[in-house]
C-alpha cells in the first residue's frame, strides 16, 4: 500500500484511495507550534492508560516524551551510555532526570554484545516479522535497553523518539524545491548555514540540489530506470552523490544485470503512474516515515514477544506528523537552530528544562555499527556469502559485497546503510524457510 491510502475491498475488487493530500498547505512554523505540542501531548497521554511507562532518555525527541509522560506519572527512563559512542546523550539525561519530577533515571552500560550486528548466528533467536526489519541488526543494543525495564514490571508501555528527525527536522535536499522554486536568495543563505555544519562548500551542496531541481517524481523515475540499465557505479559516499527523488543505495549496484533490467522496466512502469506532491522534501519525508514506521512494527515484535512490552512511537501518530510536515521543510531545517519547531512549541509550555531545549547536539550509533562490522565479518561474509537467498535470487552478487565487508573491517568507509538493509533482507528470507505462515495454521484460510 502506498502511504496516505486506505485499502478498499469491495465486490469489485481491491482497491487503494488517498485519504492524505500528498502535500499539506503549508502553515508557518509559530502558528504550528501550538498544534503540535497539543498533538504530541495527546499522543502520549494517550499511552499513558494505567500500565507502567519506560521511556527512552536520550536525544532531544525521546526526551520530549519522556517529559511529557511524567507530567502524568511515574517513567522508567532509560539511556544507553556506551562509552564507544562518545556523545553527551547521558550528561543530559542525568540533567534532565533531575530536573524534572517522576523521571526515575536508570542507565545502560554497553558490552561487548551492544554492536550492530551481534546475535545473528541463531536466526531462532529473532521473531519473524511481516517484512525485513532493520533492527534485527541492532537487536542486541534494544534489548540492553529493554532488560532493566523489564526487571521493574512487564505489560507495560515503552515511548520511543523514532520518527521524531522525519517530522521534526528536514535533510537539506530542500534546496532543490528553493531552487525550483527560483528562491534563489533563500537557497543561498540555507546553503551556506548547512555548508559550514558539514564542513563542505555552498556551491558543492548547490550543484547536488540542482538536478532534482529540474525535475519531478515521474522524471525521476525515469531517469534512475536508465541508470539502472546502465553498468553499476564504482561506489562513493551517498552523500556526495546528487540528490534525488529516488537515489540508488549501493545494494541496487550489488543486483545481477538481470535483476537491475527488471527493476528498471517497474520504474518506467511506476512513473507512468506516479502521483506524488510538487516537492521533494514532502515526498522524502513521507518515504522516510514509512521506513521508519515499518521498522518499529518490528522492534514493536520485538519487544513484545521478548518481554511483553508494547513499544509505543507517538511521533508516527497521524495527527502529529499532519501538524508537523504543515510546516514548511525550509523551517522545519534550517541550520541556525536546531529542530526550532519543537523548540517553539515547548519552550511556553514549561515541559522540558530549557537546558534540555537549548541542546543542538544528537547522538550517533557510527562507532558502533562499524565495532559490529568487524567483530562479526565472518558472520556477515556466511549470510552474504555463496549460499546468501539474496544472490540466489540475483539480489547481491558476492564479490562486490565482499569488498564492501572487507573495507569496513579495515575501518573505512563504507556504504553501511547498504549492508544494513542487505543483512536484514537476508535474515528475513531465510527465517521464512522454517516459521509457519498464516497459511499453513487452517487449511481452509488457504483454499477460501
Known amino acids: 500500500m502506498p502511504t496516505g491510502h486506505l485499502l478498499l ?10 485519504y492524505e493530500p500528498a502535500e499539506y498547505g503549508p502553515v508557518d512554523l509559530r502558528d504550528a507550534a501550538p498544534t503540535v505540542r497539543a498533538a504530541l501531548s495527546e499522543a502520549v497521554g494517550f499511552r499513558c492508560d494505567g500500565r507502567p511507562v519506560s521511556a527512552d532518555l536520550a536525544g532531544l525527541d525521546s526526551t520530549t516524551l519522556a517529559c ?15 562509552a564507544r559512542l562518545r556523545d553527551d546523550d547521558l550528561a543530559y539525561a542525568v540533567r534532565t532526570a533531575a530536573a524534572v519530577p517522576n523521571l526515575a533515571h536508570h542507565t545502560v552500560p554497553g558490552s ?120 553499476p557505479r564504482p561506489w562513493v559516499p551517498q552523500a556526495e552523490r546528487p540528490v534525488s527523488w529516488a537515489p540508488l543505495l549501493a545494494t541496487a549496484d550489488w543486483m545481477s544485470l538481470d535483476l537491475r533490467d527488471r527493476l528498471a ?15 521533494l522534501a514532502a515526498w522524502a519525508s513521507r518515504q522516510d516515515l514509512a521506513r521508519v514506521g515499518a521498522d518499529t512494527t518490528g522492534w514493536r515484535e520485538i519487544a513484545l514477544t521478548g518481554y511483553g512490552i508494547e513499544v509505543a512511537a507517538p511521533f508516527l501518530d497521524n495527527e502529529v506528523i499532519r501538524a508537523c510536515l504543515a510546516v514548511p521543510a525550509d ?46 565479518a565472518s558472520v556477515l561474509r556466511d549470510l552474504l556469502g555463496p549460499s546468501s537467498r539474496l544472490a540466489a535470487a540475483g539480489l547481491i552478487t558476492e564479490a562486490p559485497v565482499d569488498t564492501m565487508l572487507q573495507r ?19 535474515v528475513w528470507l531465510r527465517q521464512l524457510e522454517t516459521a509457519p505462515a498464516w497459511w499453513e495454521v487452517d487449511s481452509r484460510v488457504a483454499t477460501a
Open 9 to 18: 475491498i469491495g465486490p469489485e475488487g481491491a482497491g487503494a484511495l488517498r
Open 331 to 376: 523551517q522545519r531545517g534550517t541550520p541556525g537552530r536546531y529542530k526550532p519547531l519543537l523548540g517553539e512549541a515547548f519552550a511556553p509550555a514549561g515541559v522540558l528544562p530549557p537546558f534540555a531545549l537549548a541542546r543542538s547536539t544528537k547522538g550517533g550509533f557510527n562507532a558502533l555499527a562499524y565495532a559490529g562490522l568487524r567483530e562479526h
Open 68 to 82: 511529557l509522560a511524567a507530567q502524568r506519572g511515574a517513567v522508567a527512563a532509560v539511556t544507553f551510555a556506551d
Open 265 to 279: 522496466s517497474a520504474l518506467d512502469v511506476a512513473a507512468e503512474l506516479a502521483d506524488g506532491p510538487a516537492r
Open 112 to 231: 561487548p554484545e551492544t554492536v550492530y550486528y551481534a546475535g545473528l548466528e541463531d536466526l531462532s533467536a529473532l521473531p519473524v516479522t511481516d517484512a525485513p526489519n532493520a533492527y534485527v541488526v541492532t537487536a542486541s543494543i534494544k534489548r540492553a535497553v529493554l532488560d532493566p525495564v523489564a526487571g521493574r514490571h512487564t505489560a507495560g508501555v515503552h515511548l520511543t523518539g523514532a520518527a521524531g528527525d522525519a517530522v521534526l527536522s528536514a535533510p537539506s535536499s530542500y534546496l532543490a524545491d528553493l531552487l525550483r522554486e527560483r528562491q534563489h536568495h533563500r537557497a543561498w543563505q540555507h546553503a551556506q548555514a548547512h555548508a559550514r555544519l558539514r564542513h563542505t562548500s555552498a556551491l558543492s551542496l548547490l550543484r547536488r540540489a540542482r538536478p532534482a531541481a529540474r525535475t519531478d517524481l515521474a522524471g525521476a523515475l525515469r531517469t534512475t530506470a536508465a541508470e539502472l540499465r546502465r553498468p
Open 408 to 426: 569496513a573491517a579495515a575501518g573505512q568507509p563504507t556504504a553501511q546503510g547498504a549492508l544494513h538493509l542487505a543483512v536484514a533482507a537476508e
